[in-house]
């Protein structure tokens, strides 16, 4: 009976460690308390908080109150059909179009067919107008994408649903100019805010935690 509740008493901790147990925080920090908008600033008013969940409305663009240079930024999100946003890295809080003036991240529902004649650089995932991702790997409407997004100096490298959908070096990938033909001033920003850059479609954010890196 005693050696049953050793064998027990051991297999517990490896039951909690399975697929289904809460992530294990290795230095990340929640910037999403579940409650309310505290740490953001910018169209606030645009977003809500739902069932623990961030709520894009629809709202504009809203920053982390804190800069950020290198890091890891993780996060979980659900569209709509057809929702559009974005991840903006580096930017300057409230200044300026992200896009170029730091850089952006597409999160956009790729199969709703208004979408169908993009450019590759706009599709989910892609440093707009710099890179563009690979795509296919969005789950359907409705149910929780999984993001990562690793900032390293130059480097930016994004992980969807444990897929790598961009891997880049910036300064390669702009050496002979960008692929959207335009001024990217704010490409080699090293440090700022991290935003989340509405564009008048309803989607819902959770999990929103980063990592500082040296």
Known sequence: MRMIQFLCLIAMPLLLLGADAPEQD?????????????????????????????VCKPGGNIFT????????????????????????????????????????????????????????????????????????????????????????????KVTLNGHVIVDTHLKEAAKNGTIDGKDHPGLFRTTGHIAFLGHGDVLWFRNIRVKELP
Do not use: C
């Not at 505290?38 to 169209?43: E, L």
């Open 26 to 54: 290795d230095g990340f920090v929640s910037l999403f308390n579940g409650k309310d908008l505290s740490g953001w600033t910018g169209d606030v008013a645009g977003y809500d908080v739902e069932d623990g969940t961030m």
């Open 65 to 156: 109150e804190k800069a950020f240079s290198n890091f890891v930024f993780r996060f979980e999100f659900k569209f709509t059909p057809g929702a559009n946003n974005g991840l903006g890295i580096r930017a300057a809080n409230g200044s300026g179009n992200v896009s170029y003036q730091a850089m952006e991240l597409q999160i956009l529902e790729n199969t709703a067919d208004k979408y169908k004649d993009l450019h590759p650089w706009q599709y989910h995932g892609s440093v707009y107008g710099v890179v563009p991702a690979k795509r296919g790997y969005l789950k359907p409407v409705g149910e929780w994408n999984q993001q990562e997004v690793l900032a390293d100096g130059d480097h930016i």
